[in-house]
């Protein structure tokens, strides 16, 4: 049983498209996440939706669009796609962390996505 | 403003010890997290520490934090080739969000 799912695995796509990423979560979690992870393996916070409301918003440009349809589900949608947009994009989820609480998150395997 | 650092690279021999550092700059955190990305996956907690502890052993793993000094360290004993992975240090910042180092790519040679 896959806690965190992600689809596609692998995207590859011309540059000016639009593509959508879908995250799904079975743990009953309140707070899901995505990450964005470079080729250096950095990974960078982008959005945090929590039951549905955006929590974290890190400085993205506005082509990229979370949206949450209910708490199990965090998709994301780029538009116009970029050369600079070719990264590995994690979803994660966890209980709703608080301020100064444990924040154990739960990762998905990733979606590489590769704009051409 | 919140910034969590590594070294990037570390080569050890299978049986010895790894010791990967990490430092961080929010005093704030409570907890100190350690990750673990194995390749083509994501990242799977493999052990914290709460801020008010010192040390945290967990069988082959001991997380060692200075708080004065902001530095975290997290060793593994008998260093097998399947802990060869992407280690990423982590704190929880003042918004409840995980702040990541850029990772530590851990190989291990036979």
């Known amino acids: 049983d896959t806690a965190v799912s992600q689809t596609p695995k692998y995207l590859v796509t011309q540059m000016g498209n639009d593509k959508s990423i879908k995250c799904e979560q079975n743990?009953?979690?309140?707070?899901m996440y995505w990450y964005k992870q470079d080729s250096k393996k950095f990974l960078k916070i982008m959005f945090s939706?929590?039951?549905?409301?955006?929590?974290i918003n890190e400085t993205v440009p506005n082509r990229f669009s979370p949206k949450s349809p209910d708490k199990a589900h965090l998709n994301l949608h780029i538009n116009s796609l970029e050369l600079g947009d070719s990264a590995v994009y994690f979803c994660?989820?966890?209980?709703?962390?608080?301020?100064?609480?444990?924040?154990?998150?739960?990762f998905g395997p990733g979606t590489r996505l590769t704009v051409l | 403003g919140e910034d969590v650092e590594q070294s990037l690279f570390l080569s050890v021999r299978e049986g010895d010890s790894s010791v990967i550092n990490c430092t961080y700059t929010?005093?704030?955190?409570?907890?100190l997290y350690w990750y673990k990305q194995e390749p083509g996956a994501g990242l799977q907690l493999l052990t914290y520490i709460f801020s008010n502890m010192d040390m945290k052993q967990d069988q082959r793993l001991t997380v060692l934090l200075n708080k004065k000094d902001k530095h975290l360290s997290l060793r593994i004993a008998d260093t097998q080739t399947g802990d060869s992975a992407i280690y990423f240090c982590?704190?929880?910042?003042?918004?409840?969000?995980?702040?990541f180092g850029q990772g530590t790519t851990l190989q291990v040679k036979p």
């Open positions: 939706y929590n039951n549905k409301e955006l929590i």
């Open positions: 929010d005093s704030s955190s409570t907890y």
């Open positions: 994660a989820s966890s209980r709703r962390p608080g301020l100064a609480g444990f924040n154990e998150q739960f």
């Open positions: 743990l009953g979690h309140d707070t």
């Open positions: 982590a704190e929880s910042g003042n918004t409840g969000k995980l702040i």
